[in-house]
């Protein structure tokens, strides 16, 4: 790293064996994992342009799908 680079502009990882090695930075598609849904890939521009909002609909998701309990 030079004197002109910060920890935040080194890149983490090594290289790509094709085993699914990443860096912490994420992939270059600018997807991510869904949050509370597993092994669902959501944009990452959009929920962080709205967090609360994701959140919001997922809980609702989860609501209208739940059994009753009596």
């Given amino acids: 790293m030079s004197g002109k680079e910060s920890k935040s502009d080194a890149k983490v990882g090594g290289a790509n064996t094709g085993k699914g090695s990443a860096t912490l930075s994420g992939s ?12 669902e890939n959501i944009s990452r521009e959009a929920f962080e342009s709205n967090p609360k909002g994701y959140f919001t609909d997922l809980h609702a998701q989860g609501k209208a799908t739940s059994k009753p309990n009596k």
Avoid: Q
Wanted: charged share 35%.
């Fill in 28 to 39: 270059d598609d600018g997807m991510m994992a869904a949050p509370g849904k597993k092994g």
